[in-house]
């Protein structure tokens, strides 16, 4: 099977941290731990207080390894607020929720584009094509580290991750960063200037911005110094000598670290007791930090607050913000490509929980909000019919190519059984543990889910928490809607570690205030797993794919009783859907054979204003190639005011040392056809190839003129005829 980007980088670090924990025994996962229920907060009542109850949940999660838990392995996702009315129409950062803006490469208020690169960011005027300004934020042995930006007005935030992966040439590797990531306040009002840098101990996971105030997640671990162990130590004995160093650790090892630099001065601050709370269960081997940021403002101006858990994903709206995790999990599962290995099995028919009590009074919805048909009984046909399609577009690769290697995954050696009443039992190992310590199980699949409300510009507060079986793609697995939380996951997957032939989906419904839950419907794509979501208004609709793919429509008006309302099969996946005007949805993902091979990349155009009858109307498939598109949602970008969509495009076997390409096409009401390519040019002789990456990353509209963004530079196109009008390179 074929990997995809983000698959490869969770597998090569769990091979660094097999490899870490080599020696003839594998690594004791932690304790599991029962959140069956409501999660209910408890607030500490004093340091001494919070310094008991975390040395004592740590106790329980201590390995010979220390603590066993590896820091997750995080998936960027990014996307721009709005700023002051532009001279010119402008495209923005294809973010999920409208006024909530996510963190990007690029950002542009029509007059100018700001861009972030190799640890240098660039403000390019938009009318005469020509950097105006120039600011290196990091060094150049540092380059290479992640950044995005968030802007409001003349104030942009860098946001610096550390560590990670230099993805490209021979000298490919991990490279150690920072001891966590770096937020960096940039003045832009004249030649761009460092205001102050904020730096947390730990690992970022996402930021939102609402107006002009950013919150800002942030994973750390605690800082206890584990005793180095004898080479003849045995595993008893090297996990009472970690929980000793446990016991003897001040508060100071887990309250969150952080340092402000501003004005030629720094301070070293940390989480107060008072602000970090917890919910009733707990590992103690984790901390979620929320820092606030007014870009208005200045750093350090609005307290941090933290809560004792874990997390990996984040959503937000205008008042609330979603962290989710599983966990213990060692690291953030990402999508694969699987190739199926035996024949297609029958479809189930999903079932809501509870029962429905009837038919609501207001008819389905679309995406537009208009009136559609009322349900009807989701398809029986057998797996392997196909719904016939219209004629796809099919473009041949520009090289000649061949079917990529089958590459075979790494799963957990542990499957957890799924017993009668939903819930997972995790298998169990022999004990080779002294009888005080509690023999590590597998981590129970479910996902948590916690909520803070932003309301306002201080500090947020962290009011509720829940839980919900199975894991989640991404963020946007969540939605939140008329006072209720949708969240789609998917149960004993082969890529979480279960097994392929019993995984299922479902979508439960939450109540937003309490994350208790109301309703459910579940046996979505049984054997398969979920690749895209998307939840618009009261209308949800979940791609599961093993071998075929079944795109499904949700009815979500009543919240006790969702409900499916339609399915469609065609061959491959959608792994992005994106809205495309009344009654349309776009999917963006891989053509696949009948065995479940993926062909290239295909984009799809669905009706879908009948939620009782998705259609496919058109598809383009380009063989042999991929799209980050796929897997980061923000290098998509639709145009409705031409119809134009537009995403990088990379051929599998092509030197990507030669240039690199933009997909461009014209949706219209019922097809899709391509416009052209808008090329970029290659990396020289004279660049670190170890270090840069020449592919089209991002695609801006500006007027009349389409800008596509490397790490090499930007190009201006004329949106009608993609005829070059510049080239800006970033030297």
């Known amino acids: 099977m074929r990997t995809t980007i983000r698959t490869a980088g969770a597998v090569a670090l769990a091979g660094l941290l097999a490899a870490a924990c080599s020696g003839g025994r594998a690594a004791s996962t932690p304790a599991a731990v029962d959140l069956s229920g409501k999660v209910r907060l408890v607030s500490y009542t004093s340091c001494d207080d919070m310094l008991a109850g975390l040395r004592q949940a740590t106790l329980k999660n201590v390995s010979e390894w220390g603590l066993g838990n590896a820091v997750p392995f995080m998936a960027r996702d990014t996307a721009l607020g709005k700023q002051a009315v532009p001279e010119q129409a402008h495209s923005t950062t294809n973010v999920q929720e409208a006024g909530v803006d996510e963190p990007d490469l690029v950002k542009t208020d029509g007059k100018r584009v700001i861009a972030v690169s190799r640890g240098v960011l660039r403000v390019v005027d ?215 290995e035996q024949p297609a099995t029958g479809e189930p ?184 979501v998307r939840f618009i208004g009261e209308v949800g609709y979940v791609v599961t794919f093993r071998q075929v793919d079944p795109l499904y429509t949700l009815d979500l008006r009543d919240p006790a009783a969702p409900k499916v309302t339609g399915e469609l099969k065609i061959s491959g996946y959608s792994s992005y859907l994106h809205p495309a005007g009344d009654g349309r949805l776009l999917g963006v993902g891989q053509e696949a054979s009948d065995q479940g091979r993926v062909l290239g990349t295909q984009i799809s155009l669905f009706d879908v204003a009948d939620p009782t009858n998705p259609r496919l109307l058109s598809r383009f498939h380009q063989r042999n190639s991929g799209s980050d598109a796929e897997w980061d949602p923000h290098a998509f970008l639709y145009w409705p005011q031409t119809g134009l969509a537009m995403l990088p495009l990379q051929n599998y076997n092509a030197d990507w040392r030669k240039g690199s390409s933009a997909l461009v096409l014209k949706v219209g009401d019922g097809a899709i056809a391509k416009t052209g390519t808008i090329r970029h040019p290659g990396v020289t002789g004279k660049d670190d190839v170890a270090a840069v990456n020449p592919g089209i990353r991002r695609c801006v509209v500006i007027g009349d003129s389409v800008w596509t963004v490397s790490e090499l530079g930007l190009k201006v196109s004329d949106a009608a005829t993609l005829a070059d009008q510049a080239w800006i390179p970033f030297t």
Not at 214 to 219: A, D, E, G, S, T
Request: charged share 20%; aromatic share 6%; proline share 11%.
């Open 126 to 340: 938009a009318a005469t094509r020509e950097v105006t300004g120039r600011l290196r934020l990091l060094k150049e042995e540092d380059s290479w580290a992640p950044a995005d930006l968030l802007v409001s007005g003349d104030r942009a935030l860098v946001l610096v991750q550390s560590g990670g992966i230099i993805p490209f040439g021979a000298m490919a590797k991990i490279r150690p960063g920072a001891e966590g990531p770096r937020y960096m306040l940039v003045d832009l009002s004249g030649p761009p200037k460092l205001i102050g840098t904020l730096s947390a101990r730990g690992s970022h996971i996402d930021a939102r911005q609402v107006g002009s105030t950013v919150r800002i997640v942030v994973r750390s671990q605690p800082e206890i110094a584990f005793p180095q162990q004898k080479p003849d130590a045995t595993v008893p004995q090297m996990i009472d000598a970690n929980r000793e160093a446990v016991r003897t650790a001040p508060i100071d090892a887990w309250l969150p670290r952080f340092e402000i630099a501003s004005g030629g001065e720094s301070r070293t601050d940390r989480v107060k007791c008072e602000h970090v709370s917890h919910p009733v269960e707990f590992t103690g081997t984790s901390m979620l930090t929320v820092f606030t940021v007014d870009l208005g403002g200045s750093l350090g101006a609005v307290p941090p607050i933290s809560v004792a858990a874990d997390g990996d994903t984040v959503y937000g709206t205008g008042d609330s913000l979603y962290v989710t995790s599983n966990p213990n999990w060692w690291f953030r599962p990402m999508p694969v490509d699987d190739v199926a």
């Open 349 to 532: 028919t999903p079932t809501a929980e509870p029962a429905s009590t009837g038919e609501p009074a207001a008819p389905a919805a679309g995406p537009s909000g208009t009136a559609v048909a009322p349900q009807v009984e989701p398809s029986t046909a057998p797996a392997e019919e196909v719904t016939p399609t219209p004629p796809t577009m099919v473009e041949p690769a520009e090289t000649p190519t061949e079917t990529p290697t089958e590459t075979p995954t790494e799963t957990p050696t542990e499957t957890p059984t799924e017993t009668p009443t939903g819930t997972v039992a995790p298998k169990s190992e022999p004990s080779g543990y002294p009888a005080e310590t509690p023999t590590p199980t597998a981590p129970p699949e479910q996902t948590e889910v916690h909520r803070f409300d932003i309301t306002g510009t201080g500090m947020p507060r962290y009011v509720s928490s829940g839980v919900v079986p199975g894991r989640l793609l991404n963020q946007y697995s969540l939605s939140e809607h008329a006072g209720h939380l949708r969240v789609a996951t998917t149960s004993n997957a082969e890529v979480f570690g279960g097994a392929a032939d019993k995984s299922s989906s479902g979508v439960y419904v939450l109540k937003a205030d309490t994350l208790a839950r109301v309703g459910a419907v579940t046996g979505l794509g049984k054997g398969e797993r979920i690749y895209s």
